[in-house]
C-alpha cells in the first residue's frame, strides 16, 4: 500500500473554492450547535467524565463483559460469531447470506464493515449491497468513501449529488434542489428493502454486556427499516463497543447526537435484543486490531471513541481539507490516531495534519487525550524515519533558530521586512499559507527590541529592588 | 483454539489494569413539568402534538381530520379501527401501502421528546417505518422526566426490539438542508390520551 500524502490529497479539494467554503462553514455551524446543546446540560462535564470512566473500567475488564454480552445474547437467542480480523467478518457474512440465498443486502452506516471493506468482497459474490443513509448512498454510488463519519458526503454540494444521482439512480440532472434529491433516493431505496431475497445489517453504536442488546443511532431510521423488514438481520460490532449496564447507556446517549449534530437525540436509538417472531439475528464480534491496540500503554484510550465525529467538525485542519485527503476510513483528528495503529507506514503523515490546538479533545465526550495522542504518533513517526525529508531537514533547520537566541533574534528581526515583499512573491500556489488569509502587519519592533528599550527607563529589574 | 477464544485469550492478556465503575447519577433534580418539557422537546425534533382529545372521541375521525387524503390506516390500537388492524398483518412487506400507522406508546421521555415503542407495542415492527406518517398515542401520565429514568423501565430489560423515537425519520446529508421523510415516515403525530381503565 502506498503512503497516504495529506498535503498533496488534500490539494484538489483546496483549489475549489465554493466547496471549501461551505465545508468548513457547515462544519463549524455543527460544532456551534453542539456547544449549545452543550451548554444547555449543567452536567455536561460531569456526563463527560462518567463516560469516560466508563470506557476505561469496560476495556480494562473486556474480555468478561465480550463473556457476557455473548452468554446473554446466546440466552436470548441471538446467533453469535467471533471474527479476528476482516476476512474473517466478510467471510462469515457472505456465508450467511449464501446458504439462505440472499442476493440483496439492505444496510445501515457503519464504520466497521467500512473498514473491512465487505461492499466490493459481497458484490464480487454477486451480492448487491444497499447503502440506506442518504450520505453513505451518495458516497456508494459516487465510488468514494465516506468523507466524515457521521455525514458522510458533507464535502458534497447538492449540484455533485445532482451529477451522481443522475448517472446512477436516473434523477433529473438539472435538478438540485436537495428535497427533490433525498426523495428520489427514497424511491429508488424503497423497492431493496421489500425483496423477498434481501436480508438486512446494521452497524452498532454501544453493545449492552447486561441484556446483550445492540443499540444503533440513525436519523433516517433506516436501520429500523433494514432490521425489521427483511426476516436475517445482521449486527456487525466492533469488540470495543461493549458497555455493561443499560443504566450506563444514558450518559453515552445523552451525548452522542448532541456532540455530532448538536440535537438532543438521533431520530431513532433501536435497541435488538433478540430476533424477531419467524426472523433471525446473528452478531458478528470483530477484533481487527482492537485487542492490539488495547495493549499499547499510550494510545488504548482512542477504543473509547464512540464515532460521533465532534474532534472533525472542530478542527481547523480536517474542515480545510476534507475527510478524503485522510485518505483512510477514519478522517479527522481521530483519524490521525486510529489509522496508524492498522498501519503506521501508510498513514505516517496524518499525525502531523493536526496545528495540535487541542480543541478536538476539548469536545471529545469521551475525554479521549486526541492531541496528546497525535503528539505521541508524530515522535514515534519520527524514530521510525518515517517522516519526508523536506520535513527533516525543516525541523533541523526549526531545531537549530529556536534553540540559538543570537540566530532566532537575527530571523524575527528580518521577518518585519516580510509583509514589503511583493504580494504575488505571499500569495502564490506554492505557499499553502497564504491560502485564504491574509499575513498580519508585522509590528514595528520585536518584543525584544522594545524589552530593550522599556527596560532602560526602570533603575533596577522587579524583585531586586 | 476456536476464534472465539483466540480473541478473548488475546483481550485478556491485553487488557490493561482495571479500573473502576463509577456510579451514574440519576440527575433529576430541578427538571421541569414532564408534559410541557415533553412537548416542547417533540417540537424541536419535527414531531407534531395533539392534545384535547377525550376517551369519548371518535379517533378515526380524529386521524382522518388530521390526514384527509389518507387512504389505508393500520392500527394496533383499540381506539381506532383504521382501515386494517395489525392483527391480519402477517409479513412486514404488506405494510408498504399503508398511508398511516397508529400505536400507542409504551412510555416517553421529556428530555429529548421520545416515544418508547416495542413489538408489544407494533405486533408487527415495520409499522413504524414503512407506512408514510405514524399517529402515536400517549397517556401523559406515561412520560419520564429524562433517559436516565428511561433506562430503568423493566420494559427494556424485556423487550425484544425497543426504539426510543423522536420525530419523523429526519436527514440533512445534502448541503445541510433539512429534510423531514428521508427513509421512513415523513411525519409523526404524538396524539395524547390516556390509557383506558382497562388497558
Redesign the interface.
Known amino acids: 500500500m502506498s503512503k497516504v500524502d495529506h498535503v498533496k490529497a488534500s490539494r484538489s479539494f483546496i483549489k475549489d473554492e465554493p466547496h471549501i467554503q ?1 465545508h468548513d462553514k ?1 462544519l463549524w ?1 455543527i460544532r456551534s450547535l453542539r456547544d449549545q446543546q452543550a451548554h444547555g446540560i449543567p ?1 455536561w462535564e460531569q456526563l463527560r ?2 463516560a469516560s ?2 470506557k ?2 469496560t ?5 468478561d463483559y ?2 457476557e454480552f ?1 452468554r446473554k445474547a446466546i440466552a ?1 437467542g441471538v446467533v453469535v460469531h ?3 480480523n476482516a476476512a ?1 467478518h466478510n467471510r462469515i457474512v457472505h456465508q450467511l447470506l449464501s446458504e439462505r440465498g440472499v442476493d440483496t443486502l439492505v444496510k445501515s452506516k457503519s464504520m466497521l464493515t467500512e473498514e473491512c471493506e465487505m461492499r466490493p468482497y459481497l458484490e464480487a459474490r454477486g451480492i448487491a449491497v444497499i447503502e ?4 453513505e448512498r ?1 458516497q456508494q454510488l459516487d465510488d468514494e468513501m465516506p468523507s466524515h463519519i457521521v ?4 464535502h ?3 449540484k455533485d ?1 445532482a451529477e451522481v444521482f443522475a448517472d446512477t439512480i436516473g434523477t433529473d440532472r438539472s435538478n438540485d434542489d ?2 427533490y ?3 428520489g433516493m ?1 424511491q429508488d ?2 423497492p431493496y ?2 425483496k ?1 431475497t434481501a436480508a438486512g445489517m446494521t452497524g452498532c453504536n454501544f453493545a449492552v454486556a447486561e ?1 446483550g442488546s445492540v443499540v444503533v443511532c440513525t ?4 436501520a ?2 433494514s ?3 427483511p426476516s436475517l438481520h445482521i449486527a456487525s460490532i466492533g ?1 470495543e463497543k461493549l458497555i ?1 449496564r ?6 453515552f ?2 451525548m452522542l447526537s448532541r456532540s455530532a ?1 448538536g ?15 419467524g426472523g433471525e439475528l446473528h452478531y458478528v ?1 470483530v ?1 481487527n486490531g482492537r ?2 491496540r ?2 499499547m ?1 499510550d494510545f ?1 484510550y482512542s477504543l473509547k471513541c464512540i464515532r460521533c465525529g465532534a474532534c472533525m467538525n472542530t478542527c481547523p485542519v480536517y474542515r480545510r481539507s476534507g475527510g478524503l485527503s485522510y485518505g483512510g476510513v477514519y478522517a479527522g483528528p481521530i483519524g490521525a490516531i486510529i489509522n496508524p495503529t492498522f498501519d503506521l507506514k501508510k498513514y505516517s503523515a496524518l499525525p502531523f495534519a493536526s496545528t495540535l490546538n487541542g480543541s478536538c479533545s476539548n469536545v471529545c465526550p469521551v475525554k479521549i487525550n486526541i492531541h496528546e495522542q497525535i503528539y505521541k504518533w508524530r515522535q514515534i513517526v519520527v524514530e521510525q524515519g518515517q517522516v519526508s525529508f523536506i520535513k527533516k531537514e525543516a525541523m533541523k533547520l526549526a531545531g537549530k533558530v529556536l534553540g540559538d537566541p543570537k540566530r532566532y533574534r537575527q530571523l524575527s528581526e528580518g521577518a518585519k521586512t516580510i509583509g514589503g515583499l511583493p504580494r504575488a512573491f505571499l500569495y502564490n500556489p506554492f505557499n499553502a499559507w497564504g491560502k485564504q488569509r491574509e499575513l498580519p502587519a508585522a509590528p514595528k519592533q520585536t518584543f525584544h527590541e522594545w524589552y530593550a528599550q522599556n527596560r532602560n527607563k526602570d533603575d533596577q529589574p522587579e524583585g531586586k529592588a | 483454539m ?3 477464544d ?3 485469550a ?13 456510579k ?1 447519577p440519576l ?1 433529576d433534580t430541578d427538571l421541569p413539568p414532564t408534559r410541557a418539557a415533553f412537548i416542547a ?1 417533540l417540537g ?3 414531531g407534531v402534538w395533539l392534545e384535547g382529545a377525550g376517551l369519548a372521541d371518535d379517533f378515526d375521525s380524529v386521524i382522518r381530520n388530521r390526514f384527509p387524503s389518507a387512504k389505508n390506516i393500520c392500527s394496533a390500537v383499540p381506539e381506532a379501527e383504521g382501515t386494517c388492524r395489525i392483527e391480519s398483518i402477517d409479513d ?2 404488506q405494510l ?1 401501502g399503508v398511508d398511516i400507522g397508529v400505536v400507542r406508546a409504551g412510555f416517553a421521555v421529556a ?4 416515544v418508547w415503542l416495542s ?1 408489544v407495542q407494533y405486533s408487527v ?2 409499522l ?3 407506512p408514510q406518517h405514524l399517529v402515536v398515542l400517549l397517556d401523559p401520565a406515561d412520560i419520564v422526566p ?3 429514568h ?3 423501565r423493566r420494559e ?2 424485556t ?19 433539512l ?1 423531514r ?5 415523513r411525519s409523526l403525530t404524538v396524539l395524547e390520551l390516556p390509557r383506558s381503565s382497562n388497558d
Open positions: 461551505f457547515r455551524q452536567e467524565e462518567l470512566r466508563i476505561e473500567h476495556l480494562s475488564n473486556l474480555a465480550l463473556e455473548e436470548n467471533w471474527a479476528a474473517e440506506t443513509d442518504l450520505g451518495i455525514i458522510p458526503a458533507v458534497k454540494l447538492a449529488v436537495p428535497h434529491l433525498a426523495e427514497r431505496t424503497r428493502f421489500l423477498s441484556t436519523n433516517e431510521g433506516n429500523d427499516l432490521a425489521n423488514v469488540i455493561p443499560l443504566e450506563h447507556l444514558p450518559v446517549i445523552r449534530i440535537s438532543p437525540i438521533t431520530q431513532y436509538t433501536s435497541h435488538f435484543s433478540a430476533p424477531k417472531d464480534l477484533d485487542s492490539e488495547l495493549a500503554d488504548w | 476456536t476464534n472465539r483466540a480473541i478473548l488475546a483481550v485478556r492478556q491485553k487488557q490493561p489494569a482495571s479500573c473502576a465503575l463509577p451514574v440527575f422537546a424541536k425534533m419535527g412486514p412487506r408498504d428530555e429529548t421528546g421520545s413489538e415492527n415495520a413504524g417505518y414503512l429524562n433517559l436516565h428511561a433506562y430503568q427494556f430489560f423487550a425484544r426490539y425497543a426504539v426510543l423515537m423522536t420525530g419523523p425519520s429526519a436527514t440533512a446529508d445534502i448541503e445541510g438542508v429534510i421523510g428521508a427513509q421512513g415516515i
